[in-house]
C-alpha cells in the first residue's frame, strides 16, 4: 500500500516554472490529539460543519488558539445536504416586494409591498456569495438557471426580479447577468423542458438567472483543513459529553471553561481546555444550550428538506431550472456532479441523526419536475434520495416554515456559551465573523489579543494562493493530470473541482498504487488507474489520500463526504462498500473485526440514502 513518508508528508510537486515544492499537510490525528488534551485554548468551537469550520478559520487567522470538535466527522450532517448552491435567494427577492407569491396578474397589485427584512437577506447573501465563490476557485462555478414562464405577466416580473437581484449585487456579482431567453432557445438548450405547462399554457420564454454552484462537503473540508494551516486543532469523531465550568450553575461567577469529550476512534475521553466556548452544531444547538444553561428555551425549528438524484441525461451539463411549485416554494434541478439534482422540500420535524426522505417528499419532487418535464421521471430513475436538518431559528409568529427567515442568530446562554445558528451555507462566513465579534465583545481579554477579521479577502486550501503551481489557472493543472499522468478528461475535472492543486498529491498516490500493484516502474506501467466504480470518476487512489490528508476514519467518512458517491448513487456505493474497506484497513491497521464493523456501518448508512422501504445490495 501506499503510505507517505511521515503522517501526512507527501512527495513535492512540480510548479509552473518546472521547480519543486512541498505542499502543506495536515498533523496527524494523532498529534491534533495531544494539542487537545495539553494544551488550553482561547476558544472551543463545538461542531464541525460550515458554522464551525468558518468560526475556525475566522478566529485562527485572527491569532487566536483554537480547538474543534466534531461528534462524527466534518460536515456529516446538514452542511453534505444542502442543494449545493450558492445564492443569495430569488424567492427572498420576490417576496420583498410580493405578500405572497402571485398567482394571476391582479395579484401582482393586490400583493404589492415593500419587506425591508427580506431585502436585508437578499442583499447580504448576495454579497457573501461573491467570497465564496472567490475563496475556492476550482471548485465554485456560476450555474445558470432557467424560469419557465408559462403565463405573459411573469415575463415583466421575472425579468425585472431578475435585473434587480444583479443590481443588488452590484460589483460583486460575480457571475454573468441574467437575461431573457425565448422558447424556442430554451427548448433547445433544455430538452426535457415542456413546451406547455399542464394546463396547456404555451411556454413564453425564460428567465435566465446566474448563482453560484459548489460541492458542498468538500467546501466545509477546505475550510476546516485551512483553519488547521493556521493552527487550529481539529478533531472529527469527538463527542461532547459535558461542559466544563466554574463555580455552580445560577452563582455570579458561573464560567463555562471547556468540554470532556470522547476520542470514539480510541476510545478514551479527556478534557479540552478553554477560556470561551461557542457551540456550533446546526440542529442540535439546543442540546448543548441545556448542557449550559438546563433553563435555556429552545430555539432551534427544525426544518427536513429532502433532495433526489437523478440521471444526467434529464437536465443539460451547464443549465439547470428553477420552478415555483404549487404551494409556493422553490424547485431547484440541477447538475451536479455528473448527475440532476432535484429538490427541495421544507416541512417541520423533529430532530434526528440520520434523516431520510420520505414517501410524501419524494412523490412531491417527481410531481413538481414532471409538472414542467417532458420526459416523465419515476421512482426507478431515482440513484439517490436524501435529506437533510435546517436548523431555522424560532420566531413567536411562525406557523410554517415558509415564515421563518434564513437570517442567523447568535445567543449567548447562563456561564457565557456562545451559540452561532440559523443562517444558510451561503452565509456562513458571516455568520463566524458576527459569532466571533460577540464573542470578543464578551471577553475583553480575549478582545485584546485577536486582530480585525481577514476572512472576506482569503482563499482556501488547494487554490494556488501563492501563484506557484497554476498561477491561479486550473486549466493547466488539468492538462498535466493528463498529459503528464495520462488520466481520462473527466476524471481530470473531476479532480480538479475537488482538491484544485492537491489533485497533483491524489495523482502521485494513484500513481505509485498502479506500479505497486503492477511491480513495474512507473514509466513501464500502463497507467490503468482503479476507479471505485466504473461509471463515475471517483478513483481508489482517493480512499488513500481520504485517510492521508483529510482524517477520514471511516468508510461512511469517504463514500459519503470525501467522494460523494454515497449522495449520488447508492447502489454503486454499496458495491463499493468491500474495497473501500480493504484500501482503508490498510491505511488505518483495521482489524478484520474492526473491518467488518465499518462494512455493517456503512450499510446501515446507505440504507437512509435511497428511497423510502428500498433496501440497498449491501
Given amino acids: ?139 465554485t462555478r456560476p450555474l445558470p438557471m432557467m424560469i419557465p414562464m408559462y403565463k405573459w405577466w411573469e415575463v415583466p416580473l421575472m425579468w425585472t426580479g431578475g435585473k434587480f437581484y444583479d443590481a443588488i449585487a452590484g460589483s460583486r456579482r460575480r457571475v454573468p447577468a441574467s437575461h431573457f431567453m425565448s422558447k424556442a432557445e430554451a427548448i433547445y438548450t433544455f430538452p426535457t423542458l415542456r413546451a406547455k405547462d399542464a394546463e396547456g399554457r404555451s411556454l413564453k420564454g425564460c428567465l435566465v438567472l446566474y448563482d453560484g454552484q459548489m460541492n458542498d462537503t468538500r467546501m466545509n473540508l477546505s475550510i476546516i483543513l485551512t483553519a488547521s494551516q493556521y493552527g487550529a486543532a481539529i478533531a472529527n469523531h469527538t463527542s461532547v459529553e459535558k461542559l466544563l465550568h466554574t463555580s455552580e450553575y445560577g452563582k455570579d461567577d458561573y464560567k463555562i471553561t471547556g468540554a470532556t469529550v470522547t476520542d470514539k476512534v480510541s476510545g478514551e475521553t479527556f478534557n479540552v481546555r478553554a477560556k470561551q466556548v461557542i457551540n456550533a452544531t446546526g440542529p442540535f444547538c439546543d442540546t ?14 427544525p426544518a427536513q428538506g429532502a433532495h433526489l438524484i437523478l440521471p444526467d441525461y434529464l437536465s443539460p451539463d451547464h443549465m439547470g431550472f428553477v420552478r415555483m411549485t404549487s404551494d409556493g416554494r422553490v424547485l431547484y434541478f440541477l447538475p451536479w456532479e455528473g448527475s440532476t439534482i432535484a429538490g427541495t422540500t421544507d416541512h417541520m420535524t423533529d430532530v434526528v441523526d440520520l434523516p431520510s426522505a420520505t414517501e410524501n417528499e419524494v412523490d412531491f419532487i417527481l410531481k413538481e419536475a414532471n409538472a414542467i418535464l417532458n420526459r416523465p421521471i419515476t421512482k426507478e430513475g431515482v440513484r439517490a434520495s436524501w435529506a437533510g436538518l435546517r436548523p431555522l431559528v424560532k420566531s413567536p409568529d411562525a406557523n410554517d416554515t415558509k415564515g421563518i427567515a434564513r437570517d442567523h442568530v447568535v445567543d449567548i446562554v447562563s456561564g457565557g456559551l456562545v451559540t452561532v445558528c440559523g443562517g444558510k451555507w451561503t452565509t456562513y462566513r458571516r455568520m463566524a465573523e458576527d459569532g466571533l465579534n460577540k464573542t470578543l465583545e464578551i471577553n475583553p481579554a480575549l478582545k485584546a489579543k485577536a486582530k480585525p477579521c ?165
Avoid at 475566522?58 to 483554537?66: I, P
Avoid at 444550550?289 to 432551534?300: F, G, L, Q, S
Avoid at 473501500?580 to 474492526?594: G, P, Q, T
Fill in 1 to 139: 500500500m501506499v503510505h507517505s513518508d511521515a503522517w501526512g508528508q507527501m512527495a513535492p510537486i512540480e510548479c509552473e516554472d518546472g521547480s519543486m515544492i512541498e505542499l502543506w499537510s495536515p498533523p496527524s490525528r494523532a498529534a491534533q490529539m495531544k494539542m487537545l488534551k495539553n494544551e488550553e485554548f482561547d476558544v472551543l468551537i463545538i461542531g464541525g460543519g460550515a458554522t464551525g469550520a468558518g468560526l475556525a478559520l475566522d478566529a485562527a487567522t485572527r491569532g487566536l488558539k483554537v480547538a474543534v470538535v466534531e461528534r462524527d466527522d466534518f460536515a456529516s450532517g446538514t452542511s453534505s445536504r444542502s442543494t449545493k448552491l450558492i445564492h443569495g435567494g430569488i424567492r427572498y427577492l420576490l417576496l420583498t416586494f410580493q405578500k405572497k407569491m402571485p398567482e394571476t396578474f391582479f395579484d401582482l397589485f393586490r400583493n404589492l409591498r415593500f419587506d425591508a427584512a427580506n431585502y436585508h437577506v437578499v442583499s447580504s447573501d448576495l454579497y457573501e456569495r461573491a467570497y465564496m465563490i472567490d475563496s475556492a476557485p476550482f471548485m
Fill in 288 to 301: 448543548v444550550r441545556k448542557m449550559a444553561d438546563p433553563k435555556a428555551e429552545n430555539i432551534i425549528v
Fill in 454 to 618: 481577514s476572512t472576506l479577502e482569503m482563499q482556501l486550501i488547494g487554490s494556488d494562493r501563492a501563484g506557484l503551481v497554476c498561477n491561479g489557472d486550473f486549466g493547466k493543472v488539468i492538462v498535466t493530470l493528463r498529459e503528464k499522468y495520462d488520466f481520462s478528461k473527466d476524471v481530470s475535472h473531476h479532480l480538479v473541482s475537488n482538491y484544485g492543486t492537491r489533485a497533483l498529491q491524489v495523482a502521485q498516490i494513484a500513481q505509485t498504487l498502479e506500479t505497486t500493484r503492477t511491480g513495474l516502474h512507473p514509466g513501464e506501467a500502463a497507467k490503468n488507474y482503479r476507479k471505485l466504480y466504473s461509471k463515475y470518476p471517483m478513483l481508489e487512489a482517493e480512499v488513500v489520500f481520504a485517510c492521508q490528508q483529510e482524517y477520514a476514519r471511516t468508510i461512511v467518512d469517504v463514500l459519503a463526504r470525501r467522494t460523494r458517491l454515497a449522495f449520488l448513487d447508492v447502489e454503486a456505493a454499496s458495491a463499493c462498500i468491500p474495497r473501500v474497506a480493504k484500501l482503508m484497513a490498510d491505511e488505518l491497521k483495521w482489524n478484520a473485526e474492526e473491518t467488518e464493523r465499518q462494512k455493517k456501518l456503512a450499510a446501515e448508512f446507505l440504507c437512509t440514502m435511497g428511497l423510502p422501504g428500498k433496501a440497498t445490495d449491501a
